[in-house]
């Protein structure tokens, strides 16, 4: 059986599925081109991650393809009820990347509350010339300790920055359509534990009570946060979006940073990715990555092998 990994997998993934007996493409096929390449190859099974489409038109065009799998948690570029409607099988990967996605959430927290986002611009440019004066610019950063952490979704991944959040001595809110309460357990690294209750609120609570505000939601029809919502919030709250592009209005955002009712945003995902808007990544308050959320050799080789291990488990 043919597995074309179109967006990569890991050397881990590879060698349990090779040793299971199945044949690994790692090659990247242009999205116009892969309807072609799947059949022209007898490919059966398509993993992608965020980049790889898999629409209806690929489905009704490749009719040997018996699985579809996501290196990741969303499956937005993915017609997941069409596909299992043609007997195809749909898998993702919701734990493996948890952890990576939720330090780089707050190493942009970190990032923001100091200024490091602009101070890392900076620097190149003035340091040599106007070191003090940028000094000056910079020393007016806070401590995360005793600030509240607003988390929008409650599931794996805004559990695992819960965890981080209350190990840094932050005090942590959340809302979840779904979730009522959230257990989170800190495990330490002498293999003790530490348990706490984060019972869920609304939205609207939330935006009030936040000083920061991180998502963690899969992408949606109305934008989460936008104008009526930033209004809400606290003057001078700081959002990180590291969960899909065209859940925040980025156009009210950027007022919200101009006017000074945010005082810094964070983004790894963007609404027109991999064309975000220009005003938003030139803005000076905007600390950001290509989403890379879950890009870390640890949290890529736990994607590999638990897409490996479920491929296996269903045709072996």
């Known amino acids: 059986m043919k597995i074309l990994a179109n967006d990569g997998i890991s050397d881990t993934g590879i060698d349990l599925l ?3 007996g199945f044949e690994v493409i790692t090659v990247n096929i242009a999205q116009n081109q892969l309807i072609k390449y799947i059949n022209n ?20 065009s490749c009719p040997k393809l018996k699985l579809i799998g996501r290196g990741g948690v969303g499956m937005d570029n993915i017609d997941v009820d069409y596909a299992k409607s043609k007997n195809i099988h749909v ?25 490091l986002y602009d101070s890392n611009r900076n620097m190149p440019l003035e340091g040599d010339k106007n070191f003090k004066n940028l000094k000056k610019i910079y020393s007016k950063g806070i401590e995360l300790r005793g600030k509240t952490l607003g988390i929008i979704g409650f599931g794996r991944i805004g559990q695992e920055v819960a965890k981080l959040a209350l190990g840094i001595g932050m005090k942590v809110i959340a809302s979840d359509k779904f979730i009522d309460m959230g257990n989170i357990k800190i495990d330490f690294y002498n293999n003790e534990s530490m348990s706490f209750e984060v019972k869920t609120q609304s939205l609207n609570s939330l935006y009030r009570d936040a000083d920061f505000i991180t998502l963690h939601i899969p992408s949606q029809r109305e934008y989460i946060i936008n104008k009526e ?14 969960a899909r592009g065209g859940i925040i209005n980025e156009t009210d955002l950027i007022e919200a940073l101009d006017s000074k009712k945010v005082s810094f945003a964070a983004f ?3 609404e027109n990715e991999p064309n975000p808007n220009v005003k938003l990544l ?17 949290a890529q080789d736990r994607i590999g092998e638990e897409l490996a291990n479920q491929i296996i ?4």
């Open 18 to 20: 090779s040793k299971a």
């Open 41 to 60: 190859n007898n490919v059966s099974c398509l993993l992608v991650r965020s980049a790889t489409q898999a629409r209806k038109d690929l489905i009704d």
């Open 91 to 115: 898998i993702n990967t919701p734990a493996a990347s948890s952890s990576s996605v939720a330090e780089l959430v707050i190493a942009h927290l970190y990032g923001c509350v100091r200024f």
């Open 229 to 242: 919502s930033i209004n809400l919030m606290k003057d001078g709250v700081g959002i990180i979006n590291a």
């Open 268 to 270: 790894d995902t963007f």
């Open 282 to 298: 030139m803005h000076p308050k905007v600390s950001l990555s290509p989403h890379i959320g879950a890009a870390t050799g640890q």
């Open 313 to 316: 488990n269903l045709f072996q």
